[in-house]
Structures are given as structure tokens and as C-alpha cells.
């Protein structure tokens, strides 16, 4: 019984060195990833900004259309036209003067952006933008 104990038998396994060796390369691959996917979000996030403002500005147009003696525009009135905010991003039209007017988004403090708002005047030019 004991001889049975004590005979080898073919092990089969890794070895303590291949498994520290793919242990490291999996480090070495997760600190390339993470600042890369941390990017990723920020610029995601930026677009979310951009987008939203953006989109209250074609649904500003397009209740002005329906109301061309509109004074103001107010995120009720841009829902009314359509426009659908994105979780996370607060939308902002301004009253409209002689024709004139902006759109201000900004987006959630915590999603890291040095410039989390986003602001569009009434011809689609923007005067900020978030910056990843």
C-alpha cells in the first residue's frame, strides 16, 4: 500500500514560474487598458455634452417653427418639440432676444471633464465644448 503511495505518476500542471509569468503580462496588459478605457469614457461622456445641446437646438428650431412669436424657450418646450435629455447632462436654452438665443448642456461633475458644458447659439456655432 505504502509503494503505492510513493510512486510518481505523471503530473501534469504548471509550474510556479508560468504562472507568475502569465500573472505579469496580464499587469503589464491591464496598465496599458485601463488609462485607455479611461479615455474612452471621458470622450464618450464629451460627445453625450455635444449631443444633447446639439439636439435641444434642432428641437428649439423646430418648436420656433410651430411658434414663431415664441420669447422663450424652456426644457418644457423643447420636450414638447421632441427633445429627450440624456441621463447625467442638464440642458438650458436661454430666452430668445431679437431672434438670439443659446443652448447651454452641461454634463455630471463626476464623469472627470476640465470643461464639462457644452454651449450652442441659435446658428449651431459653439462658443464652449467639454474637453475630455
Not at 29 to 35: D, K
Not at 102 to 128: E, H, K, M, R, Y
Amino acid at each position: 500500500m505504502l509503494s503505492k503511495l510513493n510512486e510518481k505518476k505523471d503530473q501534469k500542471g504548471f509550474t510556479l514560474i508560468e504562472l507568475m509569468i502569465v500573472i505579469a503580462i496580464i499587469g503589464i496588459l491591464a496598465a496599458i487598458a485601463i488609462p485607455q478605457f479611461n479615455a474612452y469614457r471621458k470622450r464618450g461622456f464629451a460627445a453625450t455634452i455635444t449631443s444633447d445641446a446639439r439636439n435641444a437646438l434642432t428641437a428649439s428650431k423646430a418648436y420656433l417653427v410651430d411658434w414663431p412669436n415664441a420669447t422663450v424657450l424652456s426644457n418644457t418646450k423643447l420636450q414638447t418639440a421632441g427633445f429627450t435629455p440624456s441621463s447625467g447632462v442638464t440642458t438650458a436654452p436661454s430666452s430668445i432676444t431679437n431672434g438670439n438665443y443659446t443652448i447651454t448642456s452641461t454634463g455630471d461633475t463626476a464623469w472627470g471633464l476640465s470643461n464639462n458644458t457644452a454651449t450652442v447659439d441659435q446658428d449651431g456655432v459653439f462658443s464652449a465644448k467639454p474637453v475630455p
